[in-house]
């Protein structure tokens, strides 16, 4: 895929793709942006859930745009790939970075909350990371639905 | 498509910063976008104000549509340089905002308020 466009597949369900996004801030903003755009026009999304949805895949996109390639010299790229199929939201993002690993000097009470956030949002969430870069999946169950065990958050 | 504004344009990424003096309470507040690349603009509002000697700040994020962990983060550095006898608070609602400060605990740890008056009535001013 080449081109930065808003694509459909109705055969097996909505995919909203974008491939080798360099990994800064400002296009961290504005594909999370765009997502949401694709997001909103899904259906009817619950409120809550759809600003879920959006905030995790801000922190993926954040984690990889801020530290994925520390230490190469310059940014390298996210690839993002989100499928709806019936009623789950499957959204995969990958870089070909290393994260940078916490250490006790790195680590303060104003930072870090990225990835457990996308653990309290999302239904469930992987991390693989190799020497070849870090994959973050998340996934989204009866994602149209309000989340039936969140009734004190709900509301926010 | 037929949408609002704020939820389809390009402008939807950005942040505009207010302070406003109650007394001596600072009430900042932001609106739009809060995340890695418009958080410094709330913490650099939120430094100055603490060079004018508030008794008590108060960071309001009523009118803020996405709040990010970046943003997050801004909030509990200020709270921790703020010095203790600074009364200090954090006005949010809604699933953007106070819903994520709550799922990772930062609700007690920054001071969460649902509205502006319920946090001067708080703090003092």
Avoid at chain 2, 81 to 100: E, L, N, Q, W
Wanted: with cysteine; net charge negative.
């Amino acid at each position: 895929m080449t081109t930065p466009s808003y694509q459909s597949s109705p055969a097996d369900g909505d995919r909203f793709i974008r491939n080798d996004v360099v990994a800064d801030a400002h296009n961290a903003a504005r594909v999370r942006d765009e997502f949401a755009t694709w997001l909103r026009a899904s259906g009817d999304l619950d409120r809550v859930r759809f600003s879920d949805v959006v905030l995790a895949v801000n922190e993926a996109l954040a984690n990889t745009a801020e530290f994925a390639y520390l230490h190469a010299g310059a940014p390298g790229t996210i690839d993002l790939e989100a499928v709806r199929a019936g009623d789950t939201l499957t959204i995969t993002i990958a870089d070909q970075g290393r994260w940078r690993e916490s250490t006790p000097a790195t680590q303060s009470r104003s930072r870090g909350r990225g990835i457990p956030l996308m653990r309290a949002l999302a239904d469930d969430l992987t991390i693989d990371s190799s020497p070849l870069g870090t994959t973050v999946c998340l996934r989204f169950e009866q994602f149209h639905a309000a989340r039936q065990d969140d009734a004190d958050f709900a509301l926010g | 498509m037929d949408e609002q504004g704020t939820a389809t344009t390009a402008a939807n990424t950005g942040c505009v910063i207010n302070e406003e003096w109650f007394g001596r309470t600072a009430v900042i507040s932001a609106s739009g976008v809060v995340d890695m690349l418009t958080s410094p603009q709330l913490e650099t509002s939120i430094a100055a104000s603490l060079t004018k000697s508030p008794t008590a700040i108060i960071v309001d994020l009523s009118d803020v549509d996405f709040l990010a962990s970046a943003g997050m983060g801004v909030l509990v550095a200020a709270r921790d340089k703020a010095s203790s006898d600074i009364g200090f608070g954090v006005v949010a609602s809604g699933p953007a905002t106070s819903r994520p400060l709550k799922l990772v605990g930062l609700a007690d740890i920054v001071g969460l308020y649902a509205t502006l008056e319920e946090a001067r009535a708080a703090l003092g001013e």
